[in-house]
Every structure is written in C-alpha cells, then in structure tokens.
C-alpha cells in the first residue's frame, strides 16, 4: 500500500519512516528484488527546515533503539572537500569576479561524483559503524552535484546497507518517462530508476 505523503502530517512521516527504518525486513534488505538498497524520501523543498528537525529526531530515536546511523550533509561534506583540497578560500574569492556557469564548472571539476565525491562518502563509510546511512543536502548542492549522479557512483560503495536520501521534490516513477528525481518540484531531468520510496515500502 502506498501512503500519499502530500497528505500525512509531519508526525505520520516520522512514524512511518521510524518504523520501516527500525524494521529487520529495512535493514535486511528484503522486498527489493535485488536491487540496490536505496531509498528516496522526498519532501516539498518548503518543507526543508522542518524535514531537517524531522531528520536529527530520527537519528535520536533509532540510536534509542540502538541502530547507528551514520548521516552526510553533501554540503558540509562539499566544504570540508573543498578545504582538504585548500581550493575553499580560492574560491570564495573568485566567487565575486567570475559568471555563475564558470563557478558551477570549476565546483564540478572539484566535486566530482565519481572522483571525488563519492570515495569521500566511502571513506566515512569505512570508518564508521552503521546500520543506515542518511544523504541530505541535496538542494543545497544543486546545480554543481546532481542526485542521481551520487547514486549512479554509489551503487558500488553502499550497498551493504541500507541508504536514504532525503530529497526536496518529488521521485515519481511512470512507463512512459522511467523514473525521475524531480528537484523542487520543478527540475524533470534527472533519470534514476533504482531506488525505493521510502513511503511506498511497509515495515
């Protein structure tokens, strides 16, 4: 049974994402036909700060039950990229003085999914002790980091576990287009099919 999210409260959503979470057939992997373990839980982007405080009760209460969590801002983790690579300040001053396309070009270059990106995520993988991982951030990246090239390059990294990206538009599936991450509602470009919504999945 699918659960119209449009229409469930913030305290719906929390329950419905703490028990699935919580739920040994989430964690086993069970009901995904082989596919990769990943989920898509998506929200209006006006709902961000709400989803924010939504996302860190979540976090609290499955550490409760003694899950582990391991959560990554992809624009903190953009920063502290950007920082290691001692490219932060140079582009904070550029920032100023160049054409938004040349600043979007350069933080591609840096940024990478597949170069760089992506092997930062895996290296908190490896370190960290988890049950789930929790991507947020996504509209704050946009347009230098595309969702679905995050996924397309973690396919590999993160399977192990459980993955949920918390998403600001809508994942609408259909036979006539595929699969599509529509970011703010508005941006129907991003073709990716292997993912769950989270709303669609039972506990």
Known sequence: MSKDIAR????????HLYSVISGQRFLDKRGL?????????PFKAEEATEMERLQSQLVNRLEQTGLKVLSI?????SVEILKEREVWNRILEL???????QLKELLQGVLDPEAHLVPAIASKLQAAELDVLFLS????????????????????TAKDKPTVLFFPGSYTHSLETGASLDLFGR???DKY???FNIFHYEA
Request: with cysteine.
């Open 95 to 101: 920032e100023p003085t160049v054409s938004k396309d």
């Open 73 to 77: 801002n992809l624009y903190d983790l």
């Open 137 to 156: 951030g996504v509209g704050e990246v946009f347009p230098y980091i595309r969702s679905h090239n995050v996924l397309n390059n973690l396919q590999s």
């Open 33 to 41: 036909g082989n596919e990769v373990p990943f989920f898509i839980c």
């Open 193 to 195: 099919y292997r993912a």
């Open 8 to 15: 469930m409260s913030m305290q719906d959503r929390f329950q």
């Open 187 to 189: 941006l129907h470009d």
